[in-house]
């Protein structure tokens, strides 16, 4: 199976690191997190690999290469315009002729997780989904009374509540067939293609990510990651 690795964004959040390097490149350790993610991926047995990238491509390129460095074989598809979390699905597929029921696993490529790739592959497919949503418990705690209030009238308080999301993880497998809901050269994200399968009553199945995960969004993520760098970069 293939894997899509979305690494064209500009990582506007992580500057003034990104203005050197593209945020895939910035070193985790002694790695770049790209890295991190194929070697992670080729111990699941995953070995074809399409980068899509676009801020800073050439330095991204020059890195990877073709992967024979890191035992996988790794193709590009360049966004010259940023197309979205999906919009450059549609582009890699016709490039690189998927069949029309072969499943391929997309992920961001700022996601360090110790998630059993493989377990998830096997619930896609025992489940037969058009996609299978990675998804991650978000707590949320509310530093404050918060108030329940009715036409002007206080009804009660309830102090420092802890609401519980399920968000989004970032890791999908798509089955290609899915892909015919992309709009051609558009920017089109994963939650709205999403949204798209579920209004034509596709499978769209959440596979809950109980491992460790996080999303490098921020500088403060990478000082986090380093405090303990075992725990994301162990074998």
């Known amino acids: 199976m293939k ?6 964004g500009e990582g506007t959040r992580l500057r003034p690191l990104t203005f050197a390097i593209p945020k895939p490149l910035i070193p985790i350790g002694e790695k770049p997190i790209l890295e991190i993610i194929i070697t992670r991926l080729k111990r699941f047995g995953f070995k074809e690999f399409v980068l899509s990238v676009g801020y800073k491509a050439e330095l991204i390129k020059t890195y990877f290469q073709q992967g024979e460095r890191f035992g996988v074989n790794i ?9 979205g979390t999906a919009g450059s699905l549609k582009m890699i597929s016709r490039q690189f002729r998927f069949k029309k029921e ?18 998830m592959w096997s619930t896609h497919q025992r489940n037969n989904s058009d996609l299978t949503v990675g998804i ?29 999301y399920c968000v ?16 051609e050269n558009k920017a089109f994200t994963m939650p709205m293609l999403i949204n798209a399968a579920l ?12 491992e460790d995960w996080i999303a490098v969004e921020h500088i403060d993520h990478i ?13």
């Open 199 to 210: 209004k034509k009553k596709k499978k769209v199945f959440a596979y809950p990510i109980r």
């Open 3 to 8: 894997v899509i690795i979305l690494a064209g």
């Open 168 to 183: 989004s993880a970032g890791i999908y497998m798509v089955k290609v067939s899915s892909l015919k809901y992309i709009p």
């Open 102 to 119: 072969e499943s391929f696993l997309l992920m961001n490529g700022d996601i360090l997780t110790r998630l059993d790739f493989r377990r």
């Open 75 to 83: 193709n590009y598809v360049h966004e010259d315009r940023p197309l």
């Open 136 to 164: 991650k418990k978000f707590i949320q705690k509310i530093p404050f009374g918060v108030m329940d209030i009715k036409e002007g009238l206080i009804q009660g308080i309830t102090e420092k509540p802890v609401e519980s």
């Open 223 to 235: 000082e986090e990651i380093n405090d303990n760098l075992e725990r994301w970069i162990k074998e």
